[in-house]
């Protein structure tokens, strides 16, 4: 079982920057793939980006790629998301997400989340 915990939502103003952190219980967290996802109001919750284990390869949403960075230290359980040059269209209720394995994009494939940080991005 893990259990996450997010942290570092709050309000920002557009084009300004801001970090997530999800910490993870357990002691095989570099075997857990990572992901952040979103859901912004009225809206299905989507993909952002996913990290594998050990924090090698990573793969982004086109919609922020290049914009937000995932990474994570083992050492600490922790995933991160560090997200530059936000848009109001960033706002949603960001929710840090592990498998066991290999990363994937569908977060149906994600057995473990977290409770959500709100990220609200003005202009």
């Known amino acids: 079982q893990v259990q996450l915990v997010e942290s570092g939502g709050g309000l920002v103003q557009a084009g300004g920057s801001l970090s997530l952190s999800c910490a993870a219980s357990g002691r095989t967290f570099s075997t857990y793939a990572m992901a952040w996802f979103r859901q912004a109001p009225g809206k299905e919750r989507e993909f952002v980006a996913t990290?594998?284990?050990?924090?090698?390869?990573?793969y982004y949403a086109d919609s922020v790629k290049g914009r937000f960075t995932i990474s994570r230290d083992n050492a600490k359980n922790t995933v991160y998301l560090r997200m530059n040059s936000l848009k109001p269209e960033d706002t949603a209720v960001y929710y840090c997400a592990a498998r066991k394995g290999a990363y994937r994009t569908a977060g149906a494939s994600y057995d473990y989340w977290g409770q959500g940080t709100q990220v609200t991005v003005f202009s």
């Open positions: 990290i594998n284990g050990s924090g090698v390869t990573t």
